[in-house]
C-alpha cells in the first residue's frame, strides 16, 4: 500500500498550517489554478459549480458541493463529502471517511487510514482506492487501479470495473493493532462486475463473487458463487 505518499502529503500540510496557525489562501493566478484553501481548525467547503486549488485541513471536514473542480482534498482528522458531479485530482484522510456522489472524476488515488470510502454509480477514478481500517464500496464504477486493504469490507457493486486487481494485507505490517478477535474481512464481488488483475489475500477473508461477476486469478481465498442481488450472509 502506498501510504508514504499519503502521509508525506499529510506531513507537509500540518506542518505549514502550524507555522501559519491562521488559514491561508494562495493567490490562484500563481498557482495556475483555483483558490488554495489551507486551515489547522475548522471546516472547509467548496462551493457548487466552483473551481479551487488545493483543500487542506488538519482538524475539520471538507465538504465538495455539485460540480465543484478541485485540485486535491486532504484532511487529517476530518471526513470528506462530495456531492454529484465533482472533479478532484485526489481525495484523502488520515481519521474519517471518504463518501463521493454520483459521476464523480477522480484523477488519482483515494486514500484512507481509519475511515470508510464510498464512490457511487458513475464514478471513475484513475488510480486506485486504499485504506487500511475501513470499508470500501463502489457501484457502478470505473476503477483504474486497484483495491487494498487490511481491516476493511470490500464490495465491488453492480456494473463496476476494477483494473488493478484487490489486495487484502496483512494486519502485522504496524498499520493495524487491535485487541481482541479480529474481524474477518468480507468481500464480494456483485453483479456483473469485473476484477482485472489478481485477488491476492494475505489473511483470512469471506468471498463472495456473483456468478455474473468476472474475476482475475486467485489466492488466499476460496470464491462461494451466489446469484440474486445479495450474497449469503456469514
Known amino acids: ?22 488559514a491561508a ?12 484553501i489551507d486551515k489547522v481548525n475548522g471546516s472547509i467547503t467548496a462551493e457548487a459549480g ?8 488538519v ?11 478541485i485540485e ?23 481519521n474519517g471517511s471518504i463518501r463521493m456522489g454520483e459521476r464523480a472524476q477522480i484523477d488519482g488515488n483515494i486514500e ?9 454509480r458513475g464514478g471513475k477514478v484513475s488510480r486506485g482506492i486504499e485504506t487500511v481500517n475501513g470499508a470500501i464500496g463502489v457501484v457502478d464504477t470505473d476503477l483504474g487501479g486497484g483495491i487494498v486493504t487490511v481491516n476493511g469490507d470490500i464490495t465491488v457493486g453492480v456494473g463496476s470495473h476494477v483494473k488493478g486487481g484487490i489486495h487484502v494485507e ?34 483470512e477473508v469471506k468471498l463472495y463473487v456473483h456468478s455474473s461477476a468476472r474475476i482475475g486469478s486467485l489466492r488466499g481465498a476460496t470464491a ?10 456469514d
Open 1 to 22: 500500500m502506498n501510504r508514504s505518499l499519503l502521509f508525506a502529503a499529510l506531513f507537509a500540510l500540518s506542518g505549514t498550517a502550524a507555522l501559519s496557525g491562521t
Open 25 to 36: 489562501t494562495h493567490d490562484p493566478a500563481a498557482q495556475g489554478h483555483g483558490q488554495d
Open 50 to 57: 466552483q473551481a479551487y486549488g488545493d483543500l487542506s485541513t
Open 59 to 69: 482538524n475539520g471536514s471538507i465538504r465538495i458541493e455539485a460540480g465543484a473542480h
Open 72 to 94: 486535491a482534498a486532504e484532511t487529517v482528522n476530518g471526513s470528506i463529502r462530495a456531492d454529484d458531479d465533482i472533479q478532484s485530482r485526489s481525495l484523502s484522510t488520515v
Open 112 to 120: 484512507t487510514v481509519n475511515g470508510g470510502i464510498f464512490v457511487d
Open 170 to 203: 496483512k494486519p502485522n505490517k504496524g498499520w493495524s493493532f487491535r485487541i481482541g478477535k479480529q474481524k474477518i474481512p468480507r468481500i464480494v464481488i456483485g453483479p456483473d462486475a469485473v476484477v482485472e488483475g489478481p485477488l491476492v489475500f494475505e489473511r
Open 224 to 233: 462461494v458463487r451466489f446469484d440474486g442481488n445479495t450474497p449469503p450472509k
